[in-house]
């Protein structure tokens, strides 16, 4: 498989977080040869907070993980998250559900936890039955093999058609004590508003609440992880995770506005906006990285719409994979979303570059402007829509020849 | 360019319409020796129904046209329709309403009309100014040159990346007058619910007054223009009108649910189905014709909401295009929907194959079933929610490469 464009040079260098230990597996699922299971275990008192796919047809591990989520759990044991690529484990029927519980047991008896309160995700093919006891089988040996300094073959082991591993870590001050944040995620098509065939995993020394954790997550995945898009396509096993094993030595922290969270929730928020536009940049196909900064709306919701309308139309990203500027089709985004705007207040720039303004072509704008911009391989729309005051950026990427060749040929 | 695998070997046998006629010429407002601009004239008496894109950025075109349906128009003069190609007259300011308003009283001078009650479409590139000239040059020629037999010219003239011409044609009774209905269209990408870069004009001699004609044509546009799905883009500039000279012998219908008037409105929704299967017949890029059949939903509303999930998904579209009976993507894009559906009770078929029921693969489905089906060109999704009695069929094409290269390369 041919890697993006944009795969970075080398996974970041990651350092443990304290409380956290995990392992990895090639456990057959799907792939040979190729780790497809990971295990990440916390201390006993790890708080985890977690948001899950909007769709009404969610797989078998989205509903144990949004139940586990919610499941009182023994604080004098440790908390496991059971993740395995190859296999999504979604619309199997009840053998789907029975993996899924079955893939907790396994875990509470090797890793001696609580099997309600065990994470779990799967990506994949949909539709399949989950061979389960290939993780039966692999489990006893990873449980043996659990080390601190793992991020990187962790980042491998939950790939579907990613093409390159996702990481990103940052520090922080909470009062006088550094907390470390990792992050690892995979893509890469299917992605859209509110999660894709999107997994992010981030774990966190810092001592926060469970209802701290939940707050911080929930508002910043709407403004990163519900921020991008690939396709408009979502995903049955959305799932992101943020795990705080209280480790450091800071007073615990309830209050999730509390001003000495503020380094903290910078840091987190880096985290994951990296592990978002890594997404799109790994986005099936991905030649272009988009950013659509919408302003002037009536609300930040109306100019939430807009942006992904813009971000989801197929007319737009191949006319950015064809390197043209083509503004006529972002106002056909923008009539299409259904939110107020009126030609004669809009306004387009592409970067430097200012389009069209007030219902027109702007003066001075040359097609050799434009042309000039869209060799770029990171982009900026900017639209003015001239109503009101609000504002939302979205990311995504152009659709190619690429993103046909790997969905028309996914399964076989 | 490719023609499309489905055109037609040849345009449709299209007799004259009694009370109309019509010219074609090139007037070279964007192609080259290419029919760019069709005027349709109707008798003095004529009605005209229409309907228009939802979009909030509609050309100037269609802001005028929406008022000249309204418009009192003067019973003693003929109406004219004229639509040029080539350029759309999209978010060009005051120059666009101002290219609007001289294309109508050109048309008054030149054919004696009431310019308030002249028609207008255009379609084409969006933000470039019409050069309004070549109409005013172009159409005392084609005055010259009016005639009733010219619909396949007339088809072309109004193409824009069209690979064929679209033509449909009906016969009908009402009481013992038979009448005619003759349909010319053109897509064939930004095809979406709502109207797309869809324009479609029909005609017909039957006897009915306008309102009869509006509440008809409404009625049946959500289930055949409506119904159709090329990449979920909807164009600026959609426009269907339905024009009725009169001319024929029988009675004035003013009820449109007179049962005199069924034969004429089952050959009418033939017309309009027609159109609207050959428009996704000539969607950019489509090697397959699919219909969506949704069952069960709680509502014909919810049904359609799900059908029009699945036809504007790409991760659908793309197995489709790679002939994988890929029915992990249905349910994604049902889950996606929003609408009620419970994984144990939906189903569904591929043709005349049962995929999957209550939550899981059928039993006796094989792969090889649905991948010898999944290799013809005209393939039937139907999906049964098992929840109520709402139903849809929607109609879409597959994501091919060929959607890609058309266009990444639409403007240059």
């Known amino acids: 498989m041919d890697?993006?464009?944009?795969?970075?040079?080398?996974?970041?260098?990651?350092?443990?977080?304290?409380?956290?230990?995990?392992?990895?597996?090639?456990?057959?699922?799907?792939?040979?040869?190729r780790d497809d299971l990971w295990v990440?275990?916390?201390?006993?008192?790890t708080q985890i907070a977690g948001v899950f796919t909007r769709s009404l047809m969610p797989g078998a591990p989205v509903v144990w993980s949004r139940r586990a989520l919610l499941a009182p759990n023994d604080p004098e044991l440790p908390r496991v998250i059971v993740v395995n690529s190859g296999n999504a484990n979604v619309f199997t029927g009840r053998s789907g559900d029975k993996a899924a519980e079955l893939t907790a047991n396994v875990a509470r008896k090797v890793f001696d936890v609580d099997a309600k309160a065990v994470m779990l995700a799967s990506t994949g093919v949909i539709g399949e039955p989950l061979d389960v006891a290939k993780i039966v089988r692999a489990m006893p040996d990873m449980k043996k093999s659990m080390t601190e300094d793992l991020w990187e073959a962790s980042a491998r082991a939950i790939m579907t058609t990613d093409t390159y591993a996702k990481g990103a870590t940052a520090t922080a001050k909470i009062g006088d004590t550094e907390v470390r944040i990792n992050g690892i995620a995979k893509g890469s098509g299917m992605i859209a508003p509110d999660m894709a065939t999107m997994l992010a995993f981030i774990a966190t020394d810092a001592n926060i609440s469970q209802a701290a954790l939940q707050t911080i997550l929930s508002g910043f995945t709407a403004l990163t992880f519900n921020a991008i898009t690939v396709d408009s396509d979502t995903s049955t096993s959305d799932t992101v995770l943020l795990a705080a094993s209280c480790a450091a030595k800071h007073a615990v922290m309830t209050d999730p506005h509390d001003s000495a969270l503020n380094d903290f929730k910078n840091a987190l928020l880096?985290?994951?906006?990296?592990?978002?536009?890594?997404?799109?940049?790994?986005?099936?196909?991905?030649?272009?990285?988009?950013?659509?900064?919408?302003?002037?709306?009536?609300?930040?919701?109306?100019?939430?719409?807009?942006?992904?309308?813009?971000?989801?139309?197929?007319?737009?990203?191949?006319?950015?994979?064809?390197?043209?500027?083509?503004?006529?089709?972002i106002v056909m985004a923008i009539g299409k979303s259904g939110e107020p705007a009126n030609p004669e207040k809009l306004s387009i720039s592409m970067g430097p570059h200012l389009l069209a303004e007030r219902g027109e072509l702007a003066r001075g704008y040359t097609e050799a402007d434009g042309a000039a911009y869209m060799k770029r391989d990171h982009l900026e729309i900017k639209v003015d829509i001239g109503l009101g005051g609000g504002s939302y950026t979205a990311w995504t990427c152009d659709l190619t020849h690429r993103y046909i060749d790997i969905n028309a040929d996914y399964r076989s």
Chains 1, 2 share one sequence.
């Not at 443990?16 to 990895?24: C, L």
């Not at 990440?40 to 008192?45: C, E, I």
């Not at 997404?279 to 807009?306: H, L, P």
């Open 3 to 33: 890697v993006s464009p944009f795969a970075p040079k080398s996974f970041p260098e990651m350092p443990p977080v304290k409380g956290f230990d995990m392992a990895v597996k090639a456990s057959g699922i799907r792939y040979k040869d």
């Open 40 to 45: 990440l275990r916390g201390q006993p008192g």
């Open 270 to 329: 880096k985290v994951m906006l990296g592990l978002s536009h890594q997404i799109i940049k790994d986005g099936e196909g991905a030649t272009k990285f988009i950013a659509i900064e919408v302003n002037g709306a009536v609300s930040d919701d109306s100019a939430r719409t807009i942006a992904m309308a813009i971000g989801n139309s197929p007319l737009v990203k191949t006319a950015i994979a064809g390197e043209d500027a083509n503004w006529g089709r």
